[in-house]
């Protein structure tokens, strides 16, 4: 593959895949480490274009790339961010026991969760991300929702 060939499908690529990792990755390891975990799962990807074109999950493996090279700079607690309410103009906090009560799930139910219903990727995704079956993804799933609406007081 020539170099203006193999920069463009990278940059198609990053263009699709960056939004992506950057909110699973700033979800768990918070905004600071977030990115540079997406930093390095995209040198990674660069440097091995070449296998990445042959996944049938490359934001996946991605995901894990970064995650374990940043394992090491991963925060205690995930920051809860304010975000703008569509139509009121300003800006709400989530649910403050909504942290405290992620930091006690374990680590794989906080992480299948948080990249489920906090980001949005399939059930195939996370599975393939992980290293895990759907079925254990929807088991951890259920799990960790179950825990967080008895920790809040919410009823299913």
């Known amino acids: 593959m020539a ?29 600071v480490a977030g990115r540079d975990a997406v930093a390095e799962a995209l040198a990674w990807a660069w440097e091995n274009w070449e296998q990445v074109t042959e996944m049938d999950n490359p934001v996946g493996y991605l995901y894990r790339v970064g995650a374990s090279r940043t394992r090491t700079r991963r925060l205690e607690a995930v920051p809860v961010p304010e975000v703008a309410v569509p139509g009121t103009g300003h800006a709400s906090a989530f649910e403050p026991g909504l942290a405290p009560a992620l930091a006690r ?23 393939a991300a992980l290293d895990l079956s759907k079925s254990a993804v929807g088991t951890h799933v259920a799990r960790a929702l179950e825990q967080l609406r008895s920790d809040l007081g919410v009823e299913a």
């Open 3 to 31: 170099v203006a060939d193999r920069k463009e499908a990278f940059s198609v690529f990053v263009t699709d895949a960056e939004p992506r990792l950057r909110r699973a990755l700033c979800a768990m390891r918070g905004p």
């Open 105 to 127: 799930l374990s680590d794989r139910q906080r992480t299948v969760v948080v990249l489920v219903h906090g980001c949005g990727w399939s059930y195939t995704e996370v599975a």
